[in-house]
C-alpha cells in the first residue's frame, strides 16, 4: 500500500485560505471553535485513521461482510469505529450542546470524515449513517423519542440507518408500500420490506435505530402520503433491557466493491409483531427525509473526493518508483544503453497524473465550499445573506454528489493505466479503489436524479436567482485574477464559459417555455458533465490566484513548489477539462431528438 493517502497541507488550504473558513468560526453558534481546536481535532482523526482504519482498508475487502447463520458478520474493525470513533465525537460533534454533541461547525465535520474516507472508505458510513439517523430524530422526533434513542446512538453503542428503498420501488419512492397500522398504544405496527440498507445490521452493536419510511393504513397515494417512523431492530423494556421488534436481517447484498460495509435486506413485521414511533407529523415523511438530504449528498461527494485522492497518491508513488524506458531525444530517439527512466518522466504518464491531480483536489474544494455555505445557511441571521447561502447550497449540492463520484471514477482509471498491466492486479491497491468508488454514482440518488435536479429545480430557482448568485462568485474570482498578467487569459476563458453556459439555457429553456419539459430536461446528465466542468474550473482558477498572490507578495504559509503546483495545475485543468465544454455545448444545443420515446422501435 502507499504510504501516503491524503495531504494535510492541501486540505487545511482550502478549508482556510481558499474558501475562508474562520468566516464560518466567527458565528456565534461556533464560539466554542478556533482555528487552533478545529487543527488538534483533525490531527486526532487522522492519528485515528494512521493507526486504526488505513492499515485495515485491503483486508475488509478480502474478508467482507457476509450473512451467515442468519446473521450479518461484519470486519472487527467496525466495533473498533463505532467505539473510538463515538469517543471522539465523530457521530456527535455537529449536535447541539443541549442534544449532547459538540456544535461543532459541518465543515470541520466533512474534513475529518475527508480524511477517514481517503484512509478506509469502508468504515465513515457505519459513523455516518448512525448520526443522520440521530440526527432525524433530534430534528424531527419528540422528546421522547430523543431521550430514549440519540443519547446511546451519539456514543456509538447503538447503531442507525435510513431505510427507503424498495424492492419493487427502486428510487420511485412514490411506490413504496411499507404500512404503518395505528396501534392503541400510540405506536404503529411496522409491515415491509427494505433493501440496500448501508450498515443496516451487524454484531457490534447493542442495537439498530431503523428511520423507516412507510405509508400509514389510508394515507393518500404518492409521495405525499409518506411518513416516517424509528423502528429499532430491538424494542426498549421499562428495566432498560432490550427484546426483539420482529425486524428480520434477510441477507446482505455481495457487492464490486466497499465489501467491509454491509448493505442490507430487511424485513419488518414478518410476524406482526414490528413496533414503530412516528417521527414529526404524519405524512411528512419525505420532507423530513429531504431536509436532511443535502447533508447526506455532501457525503457522498466527500467520499468520492477522499477515494480518488488516496487513488492518486498510490499512482503517484508507483510512477516515481517505477522504472521503463528512455526519454526521446532531440532527434526523437532513444538511445538504449541509456539507463531507463521513471515513468513519471513520460509526458503522457505526467497527464494522467495531473488528470488526477485537478480532479481530487478539485472535487475537495468544491464540497469544502458546499459544506461551509451549508454551516453559513444554518447561523447567519440577516435575512438576505440566508438566502444567498441557501441558493449556493441548493445549487451546488447535486454537482458535489455528482462530480466527485463521476470524475473521481475518470480519475482512477487513469490511475489504473499509469500503474499498465499492474493496475489491473489485486497485488495493487488501484483496483481497489477503482471498484470502490464506482456505488458513489449511485448513493443518495443516481447521477441522472441528480443531474435532473439541477436542470430542473435549481438552475430555475427564484427565476435564476441562485445562478446568478453563482456567477457573480465567479465573475469575482475572474477580476481578482485579471490583476496578474499571467492569469489574465484563464480569467477570460472562464468568462467565455459563462457566456456559453447562458448559451445552452437560454436554447434549453424555450422548450420549458413551450411546455415540453421532457426535451427541456433530456439531456440533464449532459448539462450536470458541462456546469461542472465550469464549476471546477473557477475553483481551481481561485487557487492559482491565490497561490500567485502569495508568490508575489512572499507571503507563503507553504513551499514556493506548493503554490507553483496549483497554477500549473490550473492551466492543466483549463487545457484538458474545461476545453471539453464546447462539445457537450454541441450536444446541448444539437436539434436531433434521439432519446425520448416515440412509436419507432430504436432498439430492434
Known amino acids: 500500500m502507499a504510504n501516503q493517502y491524503v495531504d494535510m497541507d492541501s486540505l487545511k488550504y482550502l478549508l482556510y485560505d481558499i474558501h475562508g473558513f474562520e468566516d464560518v468560526l466567527n458565528q456565534e453558534h461556533f464560539a466554542d471553535y478556533d482555528r487552533e481546536a478545529v487543527d488538534m481535532f483533525l490531527t486526532s482523526v487522522k492519528d485515528f485513521s494512521d493507526q486504526k482504519l488505513y492499515p485495515t482498508f485491503q483486508d475488509m475487502d478480502k474478508h467482507a461482510a457476509r450473512f451467515e447463520d442468519g446473521k ?22 455537529c449536535f447541539s450542546f443541549e442534544d449532547g454533541g459538540l ?39 419528540s422528546e421522547e423519542l430523543k431521550a430514549k434513542y440519540t443519547p446511546k446512538m451519539l456514543t456509538g453503542d447503538w447503531a442507525g440507518t435510513m431505510c427507503l428503498t424498495e424492492p419493487q420501488a427502486g428510487s420511485s419512492l412514490s411506490d413504496i408500500t411499507t404500512s404503518a ?35 400509514i393504513d389510508g394515507a393518500p397515494a404518492g409521495t405525499k402520503g409518506i411518513s416516517l417512523f424509528v423502528v429499532p431492530k430491538n424494542k426498549i423494556q421499562d428495566d432498560a433491557s432490550l427484546t426483539s421488534n420482529d425486524v428480520i436481517t434477510a441477507g446482505d447484498f455481495q457487492k464490486m466493491g466497499q465489501k467491509g460495509y454491509c448493505t442490507t435486506h430487511l424485513i419488518f413485521g414478518e410476524q406482526d409483531d414490528c413496533q414503530g414511533w412516528l417521527v414529526g407529523e404524519p405524512n411528512q415523511g419525505l420532507k423530513y ?25 498510490a499512482s503517484l508513488e508507483y510512477a516515481k518508483e517505477r522504472p521503463q524506458g528512455r526519454r526521446l531525444s532531440a532527434k526523437g530517439t532513444k538511445d538504449v544503453n541509456q539507463e531507463q527512466t521513471l515513468i513519471i518522466n513520460h509526458p503522457d504518464v505526467r497527464r494522467m497524473l495531473l488528470l488526477q491531480k485537478a480532479i481530487s483536489e478539485g472535487s475537495l474544494s468544491l464540497v469544502t465550499l458546499t459544506s461551509i455555505y451549508a454551516d453559513l445557511y444554518q447561523t ?34 487513469n490511475g489504473l ?37 439541477l436542470l430542473g429545480r435549481k438552475v430555475a430557482m427564484k427565476g435564476g436567482k441562485a445562478l446568478m448568485l453563482l456567477a457573480n462568485e465567479m465573475k469575482e474570482t475572474m477580476k481578482d485574477a485579471s490583476t496578474y498578467d499571467d ?59 491565490h497561490s500567485k498572490h502569495a508568490l508575489v507578495t512572499a507571503n507563503m504559509d507553504y513551499s514556493e513548489e506548493f ?36 412509436e419507432e422501435e430504436v432498439f430492434a
Not at 467496525?78 to 469517543?87: D, F, I, L, Y
Not at 431536509?291 to 492518486?312: F, H, K, P, S
Not at 499509469?418 to 458513489?440: A, K, N
Not at 468568462?495 to 436554447?507: E, I, M, P, R
Open 563 to 598: 503554490y507553483n503546483a496549483k497554477i500549473h495545475t490550473m492551466k492543466f485543468y483549463f487545457k484538458y477539462e474545461l476545453s471539453r465544454t464546447s462539445s457537450l455545448a454541441e450536444i446541448l444545443k444539437d436539434q436531433d431528438v434521439l432519446t425520448i420515446p416515440n
Open 103 to 141: 456544535q461543532m461547525p459541518l465543515t470541520a465535520m466533512t474534513a475529518a470524515y475527508y480524511i477517514m474516507d481517503a484512509a478506509n472508505n469502508h468504515l465513515p458510513g457505519y459513523l455516518g449513517l448512525t448520526q443522520g439517523a440521530a440526527e432525524l430524530i433530534v430534528e424531527f422526533g
Open 289 to 313: 427525509m429531504f431536509l436532511m438530504m443535502n447533508g447526506a449528498r455532501i457525503a457522498v461527494g466527500r467520499g468520492g473526493a477522499g477515494i480518488c485522492t488516496a487513488a492518486y497518491y
Open 417 to 453: 493505466q499509469v500503474l499498465g498491466g499492474y493496475g489491473f492486479c489485486s497485488e495493487y491497491i488501484l483496483q481497489q479503489y477503482y471498484r470502490d468508488i464506482r456505488i458513489f454514482s449511485i448513493y443518495e440518488g443516481t447521477t441522472g436524479i441528480q443531474s435532473l435536479d
Open 487 to 545: 492569469l489574465k487569459p484563464y480569467a477570460a476563458k472562464l468568462g467565455a464559459k459563462l457566456q456559453l453556459t447562458q448559451d445552452v439555457l437560454g436554447h434549453l429553456s424555450q422548450f420549458a417555455m413551450k411546455g415540453d419539459y421532457e426535451r427541456y430536461i433530456a439531456d440533464a446528465t449532459i448539462f450536470m458533465e458541462f456546469f461542472s466542468k465550469v464549476v471546477i474550473s473557477w475553483l481551481w482558477l481561485q487557487m492559482a490566484t
Open 380 to 413: 447567519v441571521t440577516d435575512p438576505e445573506e440566508k438566502e444567498k447561502y441557501y441558493l449556493l447550497l441548493e445549487l451546488l449540492t447535486p454537482i458535489c454528489k455528482t462530480y466527485p463520484s463521476e470524475d473521481g471514477m475518470r480519475s482512477i482509471n
Open 72 to 93: 450479518i458478520i461484519v470486519p472487527p474493525v467496525v466495533e473498533t469505529v463505532m467505539k473510538e470513533g463515538g469517543e471522539l465525537g465523530l457521530i456527535s460533534a
Open 181 to 215: 397500522t395505528p396501534s392503541d398504544d400510540g405506536s404503529y405496527k411496522i409491515k415491509g420490506q427494505k433493501i440496500f440498507i448501508s450498515g443496516g445490521d451487524h454484531e457490534y452493536v447493542d442495537n439498530v435505530v431503523h428511520l423507516v419510511l412507510a405509508r
